[in-house]
């Protein structure tokens, strides 16, 4: 607050500061809970592969081409996330989907997957 007063109103510098000041309980939220990690690298760097993919993702065909792809994608990083290989996670759901009845397919999600024997 000392730091704000010091520098003259409507520049970047006086923007940067007041926007610190209105977030800061959000802002310091990791000193008072040891869970909350300082910074969102880890999630950066997982959803990195999709923003670099938007352009290309655009030109997917139709909305609808683009909505499967979208699922795919989701589906494919769902089961890294899950530890799982990607290729070898893929292959094997669709290998065991047209033979799964309905009423287990949420055996066939990332997070409840395991490869048949």
């Given at each position: ?18 926007y610190s000041l209105n977030r800061w309980s ?5 000193l008072n809970d040891p869970q909350v990690p ?39 990083h769902s089961a890294r996330l899950n530890g ?34």
């Amino acid at each position: 607050l000392v730091q704000r007063q010091q520098v003259p109103g409507g520049g970047a510098t006086f923007r940067a500061i007041d926007y610190s000041l209105n977030r800061w309980s959000a802002l310091t939220h990791y000193l008072n809970d040891p869970q909350v990690p300082i910074d969102n690298n880890w999630v950066e760097n997982q959803i990195r592969p999709v923003a670099l993919g938007r352009k290309n993702w655009m030109f997917a065909g139709s909305l609808r081409a683009g909505k499967r792809a979208a699922a795919i994608m989701s589906l494919i990083h769902s089961a890294r996330l899950n530890g799982h290989d990607p290729y070898g996670f893929m292959k094997d759901v669709l290998e065991r989907l047209p033979l799964q009845p309905f009423s287990r397919i949420g055996e066939l999600l990332p997070h409840n997957w395991k490869l048949a024997q």
